[in-house]
């Protein structure tokens, strides 16, 4: 008989409370194997869009926290960059070097399927293109699917691409000019979305300095691009224009930021403040912050044109665009006299808050319509 007295661990109604969180849903299936979490944090904007990833967490607890910060973050990440879609992400428990299975993922699209479309799954940390292919036999709420399938494929060289164009942005704010010609970056980690980054960077004639843990990521760089390696302990001080997190969140840290000699703080990592006050360290230094979800939102604007009948030049459009809404982001910093990260919050918030009226007074109208009904 399952015990009914003990003291829970966790308790997740009071976390999703805290942060207004919409859906839990836990997924398993023993025939696969499948352990799974879909988290939905807000869908005022629209269905709730975030990628699927998989990783051997050290406890259920683990992976519950880290797909309810991803979920959120989406939803910061698409009202930011102007989507009509919601915030949500999944996490599937697991090794994926030795548990991936054709059963596994269609088991996952099966739980997908039964959201009825509030939310829709992409590729993310360790889940590819052909993991989506298993998820579309089983739904239709899925992008980054093979391009017979009408995806646009690959997303990595247009997240690198709104890097690129929100690096610009900042050196803009900062230097008085977006050219970054004869600048030093200083990119931690050289991973696909990095290299077509340096690609860029190298193009307009920047000097980089990278750092990986793949050796074979480094010696691509310095061959491709002439960049100088340094061991990945020592990135942070590197004498820099430009400090580029590529690889790991959290890495804006109280350890860290005294090493920074770079002006600005502009990369593809997700969640590069270990804290929120972090932001504001590099705000009292001096140091010019570019909001992740802001300058890292090419790939889910990529993948979100596909729910329109895929056009990579439209696309590619709507990506050019990170330079404009980072330069929003500073721009309301400097009115409201707040950090950055504070600032993008700030212009996702209203956008939500707006659409969120919008619908009230709609539903007020309708009811009143109705006769009150």
Partial sequence: MMETNMEPRFRIFDVLQAEDYEQIVFCQDQASGLKAIIAIHDTT??????????????????????????????????????????????VIIGNAKTDKSEALFRAFGRYVQ?????????????????????????????????????SSGNPSPVTAYGVYRGMKAAAKWKFGSDSLAGKTVAVQGVGNVAYN????????????????????????????????????????????????????????????????????????ANNQLAEDRHGDVLEDRGILYAPDFVINAGGVINVADEL???NRERAMKKVELIYDNMLRVFEIAERDGVPTHVAAEKMAEERIAMMSRSRSQFLKVEKSLLGGR
Avoid at 117 to 146: K, L, P, Q
């Fill in 114 to 150: 039964s959201l009825s479309g509030r939310y829709i799954t992409a590729e993310d940390v360790n889940t590819s293109v052909a993991d989506m292919d298993f998820i579309h036999m089983e739904t239709d709420y899925v992008t980054g699917v093979s391009p017979a399938f009408g």
């Fill in 308 to 310: 329109e009948g895929y």
């Fill in 45 to 90: 904007l629209g269905p709730a869009l975030g990628g699927l990833r998989m990783w051997n967490y050290e406890s259920e607890e683990a992976a519950l926290t880290d797909v309810l910060r991803l979920a959120k973050g989406m939803t910061y990440k698409n009202a930011a960059a102007g989507l009509n879609l919601g915030g949500g992400k999944a």
């Fill in 197 to 268: 980054l340096c690609r860029h960077l190298h193009e307009e004639g920047a000097h980089l300095v990278v750092t990986d843990i793949n050796e074979e990521a480094l010696k691509r760089a310095e061959t491709d691009f002439g960049a100088t390696v340094v061991k990945p302990d020592e990135i942070y001080a590197v004498d820099c224009d430009i400090f580029a997190p590529c690889a790991l969140g959290a890495v804006i840290n109280d350890s860290t930021i005294p090493q920074l000699k770079a002006q600005i703080v502009a990369g593809a």
